[in-house]
């Protein structure tokens, strides 16, 4: 190149490399890519540009730019990688130097996370404004790309999407910032409380896009998260997460309003992405969702980096200030305490815990006690059904429902249990089939099903259900998710065999993985059609919601699928 423009403040490298575009005078844009990287076999890549090496080296006689600078100072890498392990981080580095861009973003995992990027360029207008007065142009800001971003720092105003989106139409062609493309029209105005959150959030996008920090292993940042959560009373040193108060204290926090905007929602059930975040799990997720915790546990960006976090204590035993060796006395602690043949509700009770984590804890750290049954302990050698107790319980229990079957012999089921929940329980869980066929209607007679009418009138509606998941976005077809729609979750699968109907037509049906895939892969062949989108691997990816390593092992059926609606499989 015989020139290259200079880099404005917090610039993008897609943009700084569509003004070289604008200004070179090639006539097609497949010659800029000649001029940039020596290729034609290349897209212009917004959050992770590669072939920088390439760049470097065309770039006019005596420039001091190298990759590293376009990469801390002028891509989206340095918030996007801040909280994956070094190893990775210079793997990633290497890639977008060398290597394939659709490969950084495997690794890095903007590809498996739930979280969409950006589809539109976005600009902040006074930013706009400011631009054309001082450089004479305006320039695609990298800070404003960054998804979970919605407001500019410098200006505190919402920023706006532009007319052009960054994955559509051609692909090797850089769009750059322009009067035509960046217009307001409709302004947009976040309630005052809303716009305190988003302030917070693309201050501290600011602190990582300088890229100050060293990059950690996850278990670094398990330890300061869960170190914090100890001290505001959210976890145990057992491991234990009071999941619902935090789930609970995290939306009053944040709004759920707040949480929507930012894809970042916390469902009501379990399975959410901050329980698992909290969860003693080794996933990377979104980098904002790092943040959202991070301020919400009120650890600042420094410190969850740099300084390592403990609780303060008076025991001599724990100055090292690190929240591992609290755990190790717990574990210390829990091996006295199984020494002296305690059961495990007794040694939940005295270090704060539960049963089930007690259970855990012992797995793990390998300990073989004799341990004696009390109703709530085991053997850990032998299942509790397997017992003298639980053998004398089962007689017990199936006398006692007996006898309150002969005392009230006007009474359903329904009504003697309501008096005798801890029979009724017990017998539920562990004898439910001898205490179905001891049951009694309200009108006195025992509950006879009759399977032949019920499977026939079931298998209709099942044709119905599959019907319906069949249409409109894919809905894998198991015995399960038909049983979740017809409200039968509980008993359809465990009584199939006395629906041989109802067996016979999901059975020939249902599916595996793999052709829940291709079916999923063919809808959203269909919904990019519809929307005039292209027809790529990360396209289809992201639309169907198939992960590209599953795509990889099912890409001859795709590219099939492509060939018969009519497309081209050179882009794929």
């Not at 004398?392 to 089921?413: A, C, F, G, V």
């Not at 309501?418 to 017990?426: D, E, K, S």
């Not at 015995?479 to 979750?489: A, C, E, N, Q, Y």
Request: include cysteine.
């Amino acid at each position: 190149m015989n020139f290259f423009p200079t880099p404005y403040p917090g610039e993008l490298l897609y943009s700084i490399l569509g003004r070289y575009a604008v200004r070179s005078g090639n006539i097609g844009d497949i010659h800029n890519f000649e001029d940039l990287f020596s290729t034609r076999s290349c897209i212009a890549t917004v959050e992770l540009p590669s072939r920088l090496n390439a760049l470097i080296k065309n770039m006019p006689i005596n420039s001091e730019y190298t990759a590293e600078y376009f990469i801390n100072n002028h891509t989206l890498f340095p918030f996007y990688a801040a909280f994956i392990s070094p190893d990775r981080a210079e793997e990633i580095i290497d890639l977008m130097k060398n290597g394939k861009g659709d490969v950084s973003y495997i690794k890095i995992g903007l590809v498996s996370n739930s979280i969409p990027l950006n589809k539109y360029f976005k600009f902040c207008p006074k930013c706009f404004k400011e631009d054309i007065d001082t450089f004479g142009e305006p320039y695609w800001h990298r800070v404003h790309q960054v998804t979970g971003v919605l407001i500019c720092p410098k200006h505190k105003i919402p920023i706006y999407n532009s007319k052009d989106l960054i994955r559509g139409g051609n692909r090797q062609r850089f769009i750059i910032s322009s009067i035509e493309n960046c217009i307001v029209e409709e302004k947009i105005e976040y309630p005052q409380k809303l716009t305190e959150k988003m302030i917070w959030m693309v201050k501290d996008a600011e602190i990582l896009l300088k890229g100050n920090y060293d990059f950690r292993s996850q278990e670094w940042f398990k330890s300061q998260f869960r170190a914090r959560l100890i001290e505001k009373g959210y976890a145990r040193l057992n491991n234990y997460i009071h999941q619902k108060k935090l789930r609970e204290d995290f939306i009053n926090f944040y709004s759920e309003e707040y949480l929507d905007i930012v894809k970042a929602s916390v469902s009501t059930t379990s399975q959410n992405w901050l329980s698992s975040m909290v969860r003693n799990n080794n996933r990377n997720t979104y980098v904002l969702r790092y943040l959202l915790l991070a301020r919400f546990l009120e650890i600042p960006i420094d410190t969850l980096f740099n300084k390592k976090i403990g609780l303060d204590t008076e025991n001599d035993d724990l100055k090292e200030d690190n929240i591992d060796a609290y755990q190790e006395l717990w574990d210390e602690k829990l091996k006295e305490l199984v020494k002296l043949n305690l059961s495990i509700r007794e040694i939940a009770a005295t270090l704060n815990s539960t049963p089930k984590t007690i259970r855990k804890s012992i797995d793990k750290l390998d300990i073989k006690p004799f341990w004696k049954y009390n109703g709530g302990g085991r053997y850990l050698k032998k299942r509790y059904i397997d017992t003298d107790e639980f053998k004398t319980k089962l007689k017990t229990s199936r006398e006692q429902w007996l006898e309150l079957l002969d005392k009230y012999p006007n009474k359903s089921s329904n009504k003697i249990k309501q008096n005798n929940q801890a029979l009724y329980r017990w017998l539920t869980k562990y004898d439910i089939e001898w205490l179905r066929s001891h049951a009694r209607s309200s009108d006195g007679r025992r509950n006879i099903v009759n399977w032949e009418k019920r499977d026939a009138e079931l298998i209709e509606k099942v044709k119905l259900a599959v019907k319906a998941m069949e249409e409109g976005k894919p809905e894998r077809i198991t015995w399960t998710t038909i049983g979740s729609r017809l409200g039968v979750s509980g008993w359809l699968s465990k009584r199939r065999d006395k629906l041989p109907q109802t067996k016979e037509y999901i059975e020939s049906v249902k599916e595996n993985l793999r052709d829940f895939q291709i079916r999923k892969i063919k809808w959203a062949i269909d919904e990019l059609d519809k929307n005039d989108k292209e027809i790529t691997f990360w396209n289809l990816s992201g639309t169907a919601g198939v992960k590209p390593r599953y795509m990889e092992s099912i890409k001859e059926n795709i590219k099939s699928i492509i060939l018969k609606k009519g497309h081209d499989c050179k882009l794929f």
